[in-house]
């Protein structure tokens, strides 16, 4: 088959490799017709995750059709159409019980990487490195889904695969931003980032009953559609103080919630940017944490800092004096979708969420190279690329 793998240092290529088969009992064999880029990809292009190897397939999000099943495989069938989500869960450890899948204790078979880097081992996750189990991505023409009926979910007859993709983890991921704020009917809250994980975290917080959402990011074409299509107040940070604009907006008390939709690569204005980037690029730091900041110092007092951006590391400059001393609450985690995915699904046929304006640009597997870059540098408008390997 075809597959888009990861060749080096922002370079990824199409190769042919082999086709996927079962592993285990609980597999399924899926065929994919469709596979979105995601801003956590860039991580793995810019070497910010060291466990990546030439000729891994990239890609985590992704809907398809089901096409082969294990013995043990209860709840799907071939020519089933089903979105998965992109972190991959067993079902039965504590965690998985817990709705906690992100956390899961048995799918990530290279354990030892993240339980030193982290203190516990983590999920598996699909085309996400070594650290994350090695598993093959879904920028393919198939993909092996572990414990199918856990991670797969049918998508409901007359949906368009290009509404139900983003259920497998844009979308999981801003909503589950959102739903750790505790959002209280009539709350102000604020989302940094206008990607895809942005805008799905502001239409979000207005599902959960917030009064007003304000959206924060530097690109205009971003901001526009964070306003006309999601609904939100725009925030321009290299245009104004964005804590002093937040605290005029808020009549001086801040907003009631903050969501951190960047993560590591922020990119930022002044003095604590310039420094961020010196130490990450000498290694002293492994992640720039620019909005993690911003929102902490933000934030009201007794609110909520909900981390929904990937840290992958350590950060400097951690303004924990803030947090403590103005009494907030953090929240975090890698997205917890199969907890999510069945009632976001019901919420896009119910017409009460449609994700699918975030698809800007399609494109070939073979045309992998130039899709990334072209999403990388945020040129022509690009939110998302989609693509579909046999077009």
Excluded at 66 to 79: F, H, I, Q, S
Aim: proline share 5%.
């Amino acid at each position: 088959m075809q597959a888009l793998c990861y060749q080096g240092v922002n370079r990824v290529g199409i190769e042919t490799v082999p086709d996927p088969e079962i592993l285990g009992p609980h597999d399924a064999i899926l065929r994919v017709t469709m596979s979105s880029v995601c801003g956590s990809d860039l991580h793995l292009l810019d070497g910010y995750v060291p466990t990546m190897r030439q000729g891994d397939i990239i890609g985590h999000e992704f809907i398809g059709e089901v096409v082969e099943v294990a013995t043990d495989v209860k709840k799907l069938r071939p020519g089933m159409r089903v979105v998965v989500g992109s972190i991959i869960g067993c079902g039965h450890c504590f965690f998985c019980q817990s709705e906690q899948y992100s956390l899961c204790d048995n799918t990530n078979p290279n354990p030892e990487i993240t339980d030193k880097l982290f203190g516990y081992p983590t999920a598996g996750i699909y085309g996400y490195s070594h650290a994350f189990g090695g598993f093959a991505g879904s920028h393919a023409t198939y993909v092996r889904v572990p414990f199918a009926d856990t991670n797969a979910f049918e998508v409901p007859d007359g949906l368009p695969d290009e509404r139900a993709l983003f259920a497998s983890d844009a979308l999981p991921t801003g909503y589950m931003g959102a739903d750790l704020c505790n959002i209280q009917r009539g709350d102000v809250v604020a989302v940094w980032g206008c990607g895809g994980v942005g805008q799905m975290a502001i239409l979000s917080a207005y599902l959960l009953g917030a009064e007003r959402v304000i959206a924060i990011d530097r690109f205009p074409e971003r901001l526009a559609m964070a306003r006309d299509r999601a609904g939100a107040e725009i925030l321009d940070y290299e245009q104004v103080d964005v804590r002093e604009a937040l605290r005029e907006m808020t009549g001086g008390r801040g907003p009631d919630a903050c969501i951190d939709c960047v993560g590591m690569e922020a990119h930022g204005t002044g003095i604590d940017y310039a420094y961020d980037r010196v130490k990450q690029a000498v290694r002293l730091e492994t992640d720039r944490p620019t909005v993690l900041r911003q929102a902490i110092l933000a934030c009201r007092k007794g609110g909520t800092v909900s981390i929904m951006g990937v840290y992958g590391g350590f950060v400097d400059k951690f303004p924990m004096g803030a947090a403590m001393n103005k009494g907030l609450t953090l929240k975090m985690g890698q997205q917890h979708g199969q907890r999510y995915i069945p009632r976001l699904l019901e919420h896009i046929r119910k017409g009460e969420l449609d994700p699918s304006y975030l698809i800007t640009h399609r494109a070939r597997l073979a045309d992998g190279q130039e899709a990334y870059d072209t999403f990388k540098e945020k040129r022509d408008g690009c939110m998302r690329v989609v693509f579909t390997p046999e077009a």
